[in-house]
């Protein structure tokens, strides 16, 4: 049962990194693949109106946390805070520029508001990014179960942490770059014209950093959690995601080459989830570790919710999964198809 | 941890407050839009196809600022009452997650396509669209308020050795009186808001003279549904949510109607300033034996007065809960007079030509806003001390890790955010209801030119 509700949370997690992660990536490269306003709304028109259903898998996976682990979320989200925080005014200021930058033709208000996306873009990136890196180094949990992070101690990733060291601003790295190179590669695929040059040229390059750093990220990685590898050798599931790894990373290369977008897109997602799907399952069943003492870590088994909420849950949610999917799809059909360089006008979509 | 206590209690009332300024319109004015829709389908009239298009462009910009400002609420589960997670976890992480499983990915799939698809996705399917993000609004009111029902009135739980909740039985849980009461009474005032707001803007295009046919459009159908809305907000959904309040919470109606000594043949005080210290009220007008009548049905019933309850189980602010409990019954009393007044003149044919009662309909739209905060101050200040009633205490609820400093930071960014926010949305909104619903636009181009 806890296993069965620790993957739905992964592959939530995975949904919103793999969607949103498209809209965050395109958003920021906006005025690197848009260089007239037709362009850069032709972007915003790429990301189409689907993307408030990406960011709901945040949020279906804030609940479901809630639902199945209620320690594990009351702990680091209080232990978080001011990082949450400026997490959320970023998606604020994202959702509002996207929505209302379309309503005024006005060159300076289109442009006041481009950057906002622009900016909470890149810092939405590099804020999950960062989140992403402290789960996988861990929190300073005390004996009590509970810590409380501040943004940076003395960037050792030993003891006591803050948020940003040098091994979280690595990886936020990584996943800022990557999520540049998941939203160049949809962009090739989802417009034609000078954007879509762009993006194709834009996307070859980026993924070819991605390679270089992943190395990187494996290797720091090896020397701030190295149980995180032991605990991948004896896990199928980590298998099954380093296959996903290899599989996305050759189909993104190949894709690009050929140019078949969509197969490069697969591959991106492919790319991205496995990277995840190894993680979590390498981690498995620590879902905070403590850098203070790894006794104090806390565990899915030890911090999962009792009584009967989570068999109950279990008929529900595979039923409300299906309906999420049946709208995505009916709404989806109508928007498929490649997006041309936008005249001005006030439909974004 | 007093600060803390403190601020986290402002920081949630401040963005719960402000968030909810957003879902009472649109909760209220999307079925008048999936109204609008269906009997565009059913004539293929132009006036209800524009109508449409006008209400859903005003729906689109609220629905952002909802979204946007509902994030911060669920966030502060976790981040400022990470006790209060941490005790009934367990119980209500199945509402709020099932109000995104079942509410937010309804709504975030179809909003878009509402706003902005009606030419791409033809009549018949864009109307699905109003229609799903009718059900799924309403969908997540109803988690939602399954999720406060359960802390006004706790059922379907039981304790555990550690002393946290379990959930005992969903279905007690989620068909709790308090919530089908609370619910109905709550969407029947969202649909004030968004009746009094239509009939607002028609009756500034009936003063301005233009725009006649939506004007007249407009005002039909908004003090049409405001007075049943009216109606149904007072009675039976109040009448019934008061007499649950007097069930379950004694001590929350003595301190909303400032009865402080336990009696029979209580009476109902209309006006007057309670008197913490003397334990009275000043200068009250009240009706005699009306309060017995209301709560138990029987002029001589006895109702308990605060004195029967310990003080440490009064809620911490009488005075404020007096007030938007008054502001609250009194607003929704005057709502039903001038929506009668309103109905008579229209059904004598006078309505667009009764300036003074046009000047009324158009400025009385803040009003319903007024009203259902101050019915939310009631519900939350009167549960108090409590987070959970009688179970477990507002003060044992907020996350001992952060310190208030942090919280106050936080604050201050959302007060300036909200500020700015606000004013933009008054912007936007502003602009659409001076275009008015005739701007139509087809694809790429726009026919009525702005500015």
């Known amino acids: ?349 | 941890m007093e600060d803390t206590l403190f601020w986290s209690r402002l920081q949630f009332a401040f963005t719960i407050t402000f968030h909810y300024l957003f879902p009472q319109l649109t909760m209220g004015l999307v079925w008048i839009i999936v109204y609008f829709k269906w009997r565009h389908l059913r004539t293929g009239d132009e006036r209800f196809a524009s109508a449409t298009r006008f209400w859903a462009r005003i729906f689109g910009i609220n629905f952002a600022v909802g979204v946007v400002t509902g994030l911060p609420m669920e966030f502060q589960f976790g981040t400022n009452w990470a006790g209060f997670t941490k005790f009934s976890g367990n119980v209500i992480g199945q509402t709020l997650a099932m109000e995104s499983m079942f509410a937010f990915f309804l709504e975030s799939a179809m909003i878009g396509a509402m706003v902005w698809g009606e030419k791409k996705l033809g009549p018949s399917k864009h109307f699905l669209t109003v229609l799903g993000v009718a059900l799924g609004s309403w969908a997540s009111g109803y988690f939602i308020l399954v999720t406060n029902a359960f802390m006004q009135h706790p059922v379907g739980y039981s304790t555990a050795a550690d002393g946290s909740l379990r959930l005992e039985s969903l279905a007690a849980f989620l068909l709790n009186p308090w919530a089908l009461v609370m619910f109905l009474h709550n969407q029947c005032a969202a649909v004030v808001t968004g009746s009094f707001v239509v009939t607002a803007v028609g009756a500034l295009y009936a003063l301005q003279g233009k725009h006649a046919e939506q004007a007249s459009l407009f005002l039909k159908t908004g003090t049409l549904v405001g007075l049943c809305s009216c109606v149904l907000v007072a009675f039976p959904t109040g009448d019934r949510q008061a007499k649950m309040v007097a069930h379950h919470q004694p001590v929350t109606l003595a301190a909303m109607e400032g009865h402080f000594t336990t009696g029979a043949n209580v009476g109902l005080n209309f006006i007057g300033q309670p008197n913490i210290r003397e334990k009275r009220i000043d200068n009250p007008i009240y009706m005699p034996g009306a309060l017995s009548m209301l709560a138990f049905g029987h002029m001589n019933s006895s109702v308990q007065g605060l004195d029967d309850f310990p003080e440490d189980q009064w809620p911490t602010n009488i005075d404020l809960l007096y007030y938007a409990y008054h502001v609250m019954a009194g607003l929704g009393t005057l709502f039903i007079l001038l929506m009668v007044i309103a109905n008579l003149q229209r059904w004598r044919g006078r309505l667009e030509t009764s300036r003074g009662l046009l000047w009324a309909l158009m400025l009385a739209f803040p009003f319903p806003y007024i009203a259902t905060t101050a019915g939310w101050m009631t519900a939350e200040l009167g549960r108090q001390p409590w987070l959970i009633f009688g179970l477990f205490r507002t003060s044992q609820g907020v996350s001992d890790v952060v310190n208030g400093g942090n919280v106050l930071f936080t604050l201050i960014g959302f007060t300036g955010l909200y500020f700015v926010l606000g004013v933009l949305f008054l912007f936007l909104i502003g602009r659409e209801i001076a275009h008015g619903p005739q701007a139509i636009y087809t694809i790429g181009k726009l026919e009525v030119s702005h500015d």
């Open chain 1, 1 to 349: 049962m806890i296993e069965i509700w620790y993957s739905i949370l992964a592959f939530m997690l995975v949904m919103f990194i793999v969607l949103e992660g498209f809209d965050i990536g395109a958003g920021m490269l906006q005025y690197i693949v848009g260089k007239t306003e037709a362009e850069r709304r032709q972007v915003v028109s790429a990301i189409g109106p689907l993307w408030p259903w990406h960011e709901v898998w945040l949020i279906g996976f804030g609940g479901t946390l809630l639902l199945a682990f209620p320690n594990i979320l009351a702990t680091s989200f209080a232990g978080f805070y001011l990082a949450l925080f400026l997490l959320l005014w970023a998606l604020l200021l994202r959702g509002v520029s996207i929505e209302v930058s379309g309503h005024i033709a006005n060159p300076l208000w289109r442009t006041a508001w481009h950057f906002i996306f622009v900016a909470s873009n890149l810092l939405l990136a590099i804020l999950i990014g960062a989140a992403l890196g402290n789960v996988l180094r861990g929190v300073p949990l005390n004996s009590d179960g509970k810590f409380a992070l501040t943004f940076f101690t003395n960037f050792s990733p030993r003891g006591q942490v803050g948020i940003l060291d040098w091994f979280t601003v690595s990886v936020a790295t990584f996943v800022l770059i990557t999520l540049a190179a998941h939203g160049a590669t949809a962009l090739a695929m989802k417009t034609e014209g000078p954007v879509h040059h762009r993006s194709r040229q834009l996307a070859r390059t980026l993924w070819k950093l991605v390679l270089g750093l992943l190395v990187i990220i494996t290797i720091e990685s090896w020397w701030v959690r190295p149980e995180l590898f032991c605990g991948m050798l004896h896990q199928p599931f980590s298998w099954l995601g380093l296959t996903s790894v290899i599989a996305g990373i050759t189909n993104v290369f190949i894709g690009l080459q050929i140019k078949r977008e969509f197969r490069a897109v697969i591959g991106s997602a492919a790319f991205i989830a496995g990277l995840m799907i190894a993680g979590a399952a390498g981690v498995f069943p620590v879902m905070l570790y403590s850098t203070l003492a790894p006794e104090d870590s806390l565990t899915a088994y030890q911090n999962a919710a009792a009584g009967a909420g989570l068999a109950i849950a279990l008929i529900w949610w595979p039923i409300a999964l299906v309906f999420a999917v049946v709208y995505f799809l009916f709404i989806c059909r109508h928007y498929a198809g490649k997006v041309k360089p936008q005249e001005d006008n006030q439909n974004p979509y």
